[in-house]
């Protein structure tokens, strides 16, 4: 299915479309009560994650300038490991606080959290800017 969306939708869609997939198969997460089903579930959500991280990096090479993409991609990546880092921590403390069951909520408000971010940011992602941040882009070195 995402295969026959590259054709034909341009990729700040297509990150909305990764993204709101990964956030609707976090919901199995809430019911899986055995062992099998949650192996199951975390399969299924899993297999979102790649399609997601591709067209986001798809997108930093199309909107970062050229002489700029190395740094475009740290930041990326930077943000990527304190969101793993912060998630990991509140998950944990979730879990020790309210239970192992009610972990899994954490994953349905960030995947949540994330489409309305993406959905607020169309705009910028198809490359057309807001007026205000039109001049405050950052310049290349020469």
Same mark, same amino acid.
């Given at each position: 299915?995402?295969?026959?969306?590259? #054709?034909?939708?341009?990729?700040?869609?297509?990150? *909305?479309?990764?993204?709101?997939?990964?956030?609707? $198969?976090? *919901?199995?997460?809430?019911?899986?009560? =055995?062992?099998? #089903?949650?192996?199951?579930?975390?399969?299924?959500? !899993?297999?979102?994650?790649?399609?997601?991280?591709?067209?986001?990096?798809?997108?930093?090479?199309?909107?970062?300038? @050229?002489?700029?993409? =190395?740094?475009?991609?740290?930041?990326?990546? $930077?943000?990527?490991?304190? +969101?793993?880092?912060?998630?990991?921590?509140?998950?944990?403390?979730?879990?020790?606080?309210?239970?192992?069951?009610?972990?899994?909520?954490? %994953?349905?408000?960030?995947?949540?959290?994330?489409? *309305? =971010?993406?959905?607020? !940011?169309?705009?910028?992602? %198809? +490359?057309?800017?807001? @007026?205000?941040?039109?001049?405050? *882009?950052?310049?290349?070195?020469?």
């Amino acid at each position: 299915m995402l295969g026959a969306l590259n #054709l034909r939708t341009p990729l700040h869609k297509q990150l *909305l479309i990764a993204v709101s997939i990964l956030a609707v $198969t976090a *919901l199995p997460l809430l019911i899986a009560d =055995t062992v099998p #089903l949650l192996a199951l579930a975390v399969f299924l959500s !899993g297999i979102a994650i790649s399609p997601t991280f591709i067209t986001a990096f798809g997108l930093i090479e199309r909107r970062v300038p @050229e002489s700029m993409l =190395t740094e475009g991609v740290t930041w990326v990546m $930077t943000g990527i490991g304190i +969101g793993m880092a912060f998630g990991a921590f509140l998950a944990g403390w979730v879990v020790d606080n309210l239970g192992a069951q009610n972990g899994f909520w954490l %994953s349905v408000a960030a995947g949540v959290a994330a489409v *309305l =971010t993406i959905s607020l !940011g169309q705009r910028t992602l %198809s +490359g057309g800017r807001p @007026e205000m941040a039109a001049g405050a *882009l950052p310049q290349a070195a020469e």
